[in-house]
Nanobody, 125 residues
Framework: QVHLVQSGGGSVQPGESLRLSCEAS????????IGWFRQAPGKSREGVSCLSNTDGTTYYSDSVKGRFTLTRDDAKNKVYLQMNGLKPEDTATYYCATANTAWRSFCDSDGMNSWGKGTLVTVSS
């Protein structure tokens, strides 16, 4: 059973930055995929950014590309999501997740096996 502990998040104004952290109980390099998802009120959960340990590919959704950066610190078993230039539409609960095997589509929430508890990010003026 993978245990994911999230930290970070909060309330910021548009244009500001936040960093989310996720500490895994196992080695971050052991998972097939590790990444970040978000769910806004009334919307389905979407993949924000995912890292493939198979080929090192990092995926970003079109809505965050160029603003968000996923990084990994294997020594600490942590992954981070640096969020710059935040917009009101980024408001959501953000989740860290891992997958142990491949799925039909990359960074698909249905293919993830373990989830953090979520952290709320609110962007408002």
């Amino acid at each position: 059973q993978v245990h994911l502990v999230q930290s970070g998040g909060g309330s910021v104004q548009p244009g500001e930055s936040l960093r989310l952290s996720c500490e895994a109980s196992g080695r971050t390099s052991d998972y097939y995929t590790i990444g970040w998802f978000r769910q806004a009120p009334g919307k389905s959960r979407e993949g924000v950014s995912c890292l493939s340990n198979t080929d090192g590919t990092t995926y970003y959704s079109d809505s965050v590309k160029g603003r968000f950066t996923l990084t990994r610190d294997d020594a600490k078993n942590k992954v981070y999501l640096q969020m710059n230039g935040l917009k009101p539409e980024d408001t959501a609960t953000y989740y860290c997740a891992t997958a142990n095997t491949a799925w039909r589509s990359f960074c698909d929430s249905d293919g993830m096996n373990s989830w953090g508890k979520g952290t709320l990010v609110t962007v408002s003026s």
